[in-house]
Nanobody, 121 residues
Framework: EMQLVESGGGLVQAGGSLRLSCAASGLSFDDYVIGWLRQAPGKERERISCVSSSDISTYYADSVKGRFTISSDNAKNTVYLQMNSLNPEDTAVYYC??????????????WGQGSQGIVST
């Protein structure tokens, strides 16, 4: 059974950092693009970052470029999202996802349960 289990959300002050983890089981990282999407209150879900282990490529949305860093530990089947310089606009539920395609164009097949990140002023 394929599972994506997230951890690491929480409450942080503006300017602070959070680190999200996504532990995958039941799939091979080499076969999937693993990424993070988020949904803020009243807004559409946004793709913010992803990584492809097969060609070692990454993607960042303009809204997080330069502040967020995605990394993967294939030995642990875990993907991380380091989020720095957070601001209240980053408040959202963050979802880990796995899918097929390229980092620029991929279709989500599996979702994590979501992890709340709240940035206070």
């Amino acid at each position: 059974e394929m599972q994506l289990v997230e951890s690491g959300g929480g409450l942080v002050q503006a300017g602070g950092s959070l680190r999200l983890s996504c532990a995958a089981s039941g799939l091979s990282f080499d076969d999937y693009v693993i990424g993070w999407l988020r949904q803020a209150p009243g807004k559409e879900r946004e793709r913010i970052s992803c990584v492809s282990s097969s060609d070692i490529s990454t993607y960042y949305a303009d809204s997080v470029k330069g502040r967020f860093t995605i990394s993967s530990d294939n030995a642990k089947n875990t993907v991380y999202l380091q989020m720095n310089s957070l601001n209240p606009e980053d408040t959202a539920v963050y979802y880990c996802a796995a899918g097929i395609g390229t980092v620029e164009d991929w279709v989500v097949d599996y979702w994590g349960q979501g992890s709340q990140g709240i940035v206070s002023t």
